[in-house]
């Protein structure tokens, strides 16, 4: 009898198709997403971590600046720009300190490496104070300013051992008393030829920072700590993004429980009794999908409020309030035609639970709701696109991290045409498949 109960339980189990999946399958979707997120970060190559994007101002202007920013953008890891893209898609205006602050804020960069009037003169001046660079990161990717830090160490103990070299002995001189001989000064020259000809052949380029300490201050700055014209100089709360990620990620689980009435009123017969009258089946999706959207609507704005009443997020500021009021909209427009759409696929209440949960989980893990992107390799930033959530979250970050200081109100509902439109477009496609899928309620 245990050898028959257990064959009908495997049998029960095989031919209910979402319980099938998330026994075997969804385990090894998840392993294998967090496996590729975190399993070569350490590692590099193409399957490691997306190269941090780094903008380079040079107000120095001299040799030693210029080799300098040249063995940073050698760095692993790092994608450096001196310049703004051009209209023709070409190289446009270098940057300055003010528009590359602007672009990391905006989050067009996670930083920004600015080498001051001077750097050159102070270059392996061990007694030199003052900070010869600015370090301006998003504070949003906590990896930005200790890996760009961190590298420009390396790129400063590599741009010119041959400077390092001749400075220390110079300090050396000061501090110790008396000076080189001159063999030992002919020594000396060819000791830095030989350092020249090595390093010009790439022998200088690889490394880290090893046990030394920092050869070159840098100040650090948060892009967001320097506020605009009329704004308060406060950086933003992480607060801000794990509301956005997990209110997303619960708002598309409770608009899918609430669509999920369909399928029970197709059971109990209460679909057939309504369709019978003078309400049509697109009057009725139409009906459903505006109380949906309305009440997920609500549940992302309960947890912003809960989120600034009970953690300090900043929210009360006219720019923040306008954007925030146009996202939570369409993202409640968009959350509620997804979930028509996934009840008129599915046959039963049991099977929407069960699709509904793999469908959700995979989506959130990949767009950005469990896991920030920023440690994401670039193709899996990519499919994030595919993602809602990954629209979604976008366009909430866009309003509460990456807001252009220079633009107002107007401004900044501009900024979010790019999220709102495909959240948009997303749900008039969702909703137009609901509405064809639901013919088969009208036709039985």
Sequence with gaps: ??????????????????????????PLVFFSIFALIFGNLGGGGDGGPKALKVL?????????????????????????????????????????????????????????????AGFGDSYGDFGATGAPLELIHDASNPLARYTVNGLLQAAAFQTSPGVLMERGLE?????????????????????????????????????????????????VTAAHDEAGEGEEKKSPSMVAYYAAGIGVMFL?????????????????????????????????LRARWLFYSLLGALQVTLMFLWGALAFGLDLFTAKRLAGFALMVLVTGAAAAAFALLLATACKSRAQLGGVSTIVILVMSAL??????????????????????????????????????????????????????????????????????????????
């Design 1 to 26: 009898m245990i050898a028959t109960v257990m064959r009908l339980a495997w049998t029960n189990l095989t031919r209910d198709r979402a319980a099938l999946f998330l026994t075997f399958l969804v």
């Design 56 to 116: 380079v101002v040079d107000e120095d202007g001299t040799a030693i600046s210029a080799r300098f920013l040249a063995t940073v953008a050698a760095q692993d890891g790092l994608e450096v720009t001196a310049s703004a893209p051009g209209d023709d898609g070409g190289a446009g205006e270098r940057w300055t300190r003010e528009t590359a602050l602007r672009e990391v804020r905006r989050g067009g960069a996670a930083a920004a490496v600015v080498v001051r």
């Design 171 to 219: 300090a050396l001189e000061d501090f110790g008393g008396g000076g080189l001989t001159q063999q030992q000064r002919v020594a000396l020259g060819d000791v830095k030829s030989l350092i020249s000809t090595v390093t010009a052949a790439g022998g200088g380029t690889g490394g880290g920072t090893g046990g030394a300490g920092s050869l070159v201050a840098a100040e």
């Design 252 to 284: 598309l689980f409770s608009t899918v429980a609430a669509a999920g009435t369909l399928l029970e009123d197709q059971e109990s017969g209460t679909l057939d009794r309504l369709l019978s009258s003078r309400l049509g089946m697109g009057e009725l």
């Design 367 to 444: 767009g950005g709701s469990m896991v920030p992107r920023f440690v994401m390799p670039d193709f899996m930033d990519t499919l994030a696109k595919l993602t809602f959530n990954g629209w979604a979250l976008d366009g909430f970050l866009k309003v509460f991290w990456y807001d252009d200081p220079a633009v107002g109100v107007a401004g900044g509902l501009v900024d979010l045409l790019p999220q709102v439109g495909v959240l948009a477009a997303a749900a008039a496609v969702f909703l137009w498949l609901a509405r064809r899928l639901a013919r088969r309620w009208e036709t039985a």
